[in-house]
C-alpha cells in the first residue's frame, strides 16, 4: 500500500504539473477516483484486519462537525434565506470538494500507511512529486519548456498550482521536508535532496509571494525557538551560508533578483496601507463593514459559500477570515483547531522520535508554521488536497512514535524470560537463556 501511495501522489501532482485537467463531470476528476479506489482498498483491508477508525480521532471529530455545519449553512442560505444569485449546485459541488474530499485525502493518508517507515516513504514519493513540480515551473518560466504555466503581467510565475501566492504556500510546506530528507541521508541522495531543496527555494523566488516568504521566515524562527535544545547552530550556519550562496548566485543570474527586491522592499515600504497590502485591506475591510451589517454573522457565518454570491470583486485573500465570513466561529474554531493540533502532534512526537522520523516531523512542524502564516494573505484551493495527504502521514508518523514510546519502557521492565531447552545429551546448562 506504502508504493501505491506514493504514485497516487506523484500522479496527482504529475497532473498538476503538466496542466491536465482530467475533469469528467462537474465535482469529479480522474484524480478524485484514483484516491476514493485507494480509499476503498484500504476500508476493505481495515475490515478484513478489524483495524479501529479511530486513529486521530479528535482531528476527525471537527472534520465532521465543519462539514456538517457546512451542509446545515448550505441548506439555509439555499433554502430558507433564499442568497440571490446564491447557486446551490454549484455550491454543493464546492462543498464537496472543499471540505469532504479533504477529509478523504486525509484519512486515505492517515490509515494507507502502518507505522512511521511507510510514512516516511510516502513522504519521499510526496517530495519527488513536488521537484517535479517545481522543475518544470522553473523550466517553464525560463522559455526552456512550453507547458503553459501562466506569467502575470509583473513576471511572477503562477506555476503548476495556477496562482502565484498559493503556490508559493505549497512551496513552503514542503521545503522543510525536504531539507530534512537531505540532512538525513547519505552520499549521492544527500545532494539529490539538497538540490530538490534549492529548486523549490528558486520556484519560490519565481512566484515573488510576499505571504511566502514572510511565512517560510516566520517559521524558521519559530522553528528556530522550538527546537533550541536540538539545534546545531554551527551545523546549520554551515548548512544555511552554503544555501545562501547559491540560492544568490541562482538569483542574481536570474530575473527574478530585481522582481523580489521590489516586492519584498519597494511595495513594502513607504506606500499606504492599500498598496504595501496589495490591496488586501481594503478587501478586508468590505469583508468585516458587511459582517458588521448583519451582526449575527459573527456567530453564525453567512452560510457556506455565500460569499462568491454576494457583489465582491475579490476573493477574501485570508483563509480565516473567508471561513468566518461563511462559517462562523465553527467554521473559524474547527479550521484553526485541524491545523494547529496537527502541528502540536507532530510538535509532541518530535520530542521522542528518533532520526529520521525526527526531522521530518520537526519539518511539519515548520512547514506547518509556514503555510499557517502563508494562508492569512491568500485563499488555497488545490494546495489544500497536499496538505491533507501530508498530514495524514504525519499523524500515522507521530502515532508510531507514541506507541513506541509508550510500549519501550513496558519491554524493558519484563524480566528476561528462562527457558528451558530440550537437551537429551547435557550439552546445554540447565536454566540457560534464550
Not at 14 to 24: G, K, M, Q, S
Not at 137 to 164: C, H, P, W, Y
Not at 386 to 403: Q, T
Amino acid at each position: 500500500m506504502p508504493t501505491i501511495l506514493a504514485i497516487a501522489a506523484l500522479f496527482l501532482l504529475a497532473t498538476d504539473a503538466l496542466n491536465y485537467e482530467l475533469t469528467l463531470i462537474p465535482g469529479l476528476s480522474v484524480k478524485n477516483i484514483v484516491i476514493y479506489m485507494v480509499g476503498t482498498l484500504i476500508a476493505l483491508r481495515m475490515v478484513v484486519a478489524r483495524q479501529s477508525i479511530m486513529a486521530a480521532g479528535q482531528m476527525q471529530g471537527a472534520f465532521l462537525v465543519l462539514i456538517l455545519y457546512a451542509v446545515v449553512t448550505w441548506l439555509v442560505a439555499g433554502l430558507v434565506i433564499e442568497y440571490p444569485s446564491y447557486d446551490m449546485y454549484t455550491s454543493a459541488i464546492r462543498l464537496k470538494n472543499g471540505l469532504i474530499d479533504h477529509y478523504i485525502f486525509f484519512l486515505v493518508f492517515l490509515f494507507g500507511v502502518r507505522n512511521a517507515e511507510e510514512g516516511l516513504t510516502v513522504i519521499k514519493g510526496l517530495l519527488l512529486g513536488a521537484l517535479v513540480v517545481n522543475g518544470l515551473t522553473i523550466l517553464d518560466a525560463m522559455g526552456v519548456l512550453n507547458i503553459g504555466f501562466k506569467i502575470r503581467q509583473d513576471g511572477r510565475t503562477s506555476g503548476a498550482i495556477g496562482e502565484s501566492n498559493q503556490y508559493a504556500a505549497f512551496i513552503v510546506m514542503l521545503l522543510p521536508a525536504t531539507i530534512a530528507a537531505a540532512v538525513a541521508s547519505r552520499g549521492f541522495m544527500r545532494f539529490f535532496w539538497a538540490g530538490s531543496a534549492l529548486v523549490g527555494a528558486y520556484a519560490l523566488a519565481a512566484t515573488a509571494s510576499r505571504g511566502g516568504i514572510v511565512g517560510m521566515t516566520l517559521a524558521l524562527a519559530v522553528g528556530a525557538y522550538l527546537y533550541r535544545h536540538l539545534v546545531s547552530y554551527s551545523r546549520v550556519a554551515a548548512w544555511g551560508f552554503g544555501a545562501l550562496v547559491i540560492l544568490v548566485i541562482f538569483i542574481a543570474l536570474s530575473p527574478y533578483g530585481g522582481l523580489l527586491a521590489e516586492r519584498m522592499i519597494g511595495q513594502t515600504v513607504g506606500g499606504d496601507m492599500t498598496e504595501v497590502s496589495s490591496g488586501r485591506s481594503e478587501i478586508w475591510m468590505n469583508a468585516l463593514r458587511t459582517m458588521f451589517e448583519s451582526p449575527l454573522s459573527f456567530v453564525t457565518g453567512f452560510g457556506w459559500d455565500v460569499y462568491d454570491a454576494m457583489p465582491f470583486n475579490y476573493s477574501p485573500h485570508n483563509h480565516y477570515l473567508g471561513m468566518w465570513f461563511s462559517l462562523g466561529l465553527v467554521g473559524v474554531f474547527c479550521s484553526v483547531y485541524l491545523l494547529f493540533t496537527a502541528i502540536g502532534r507532530a510538535k509532541r512526537a518530535s520530542e521522542r522520535a528518533r532520526p529520521p522520523a525526527r526531522g521530518q516531523l520537526i519539518a511539519f512542524v515548520i512547514g506547518g508554521v509556514a503555510l499557517t502564516t502563508a494562508i492569512f494573505f491568500v485563499d488555497l484551493h488545490n494546495p489544500w488536497h497536499y496538505f491533507w495527504m501530508y498530514a495524514g502521514l504525519v499523524m500515522r508518523v507521530a502515532l508510531s512514535v507514541n506507541e513506541q514510546a509508550v510500549t519501550a519502557p513496558e519491554r524493558a521492565a519484563q524480566p528476561p524470560r528462562t527457558v528451558t531447552r530440550r537437551d537429551p545429551f547435557g550439552w546445554v546448562h540447565s536454566g540457560s537463556r534464550t
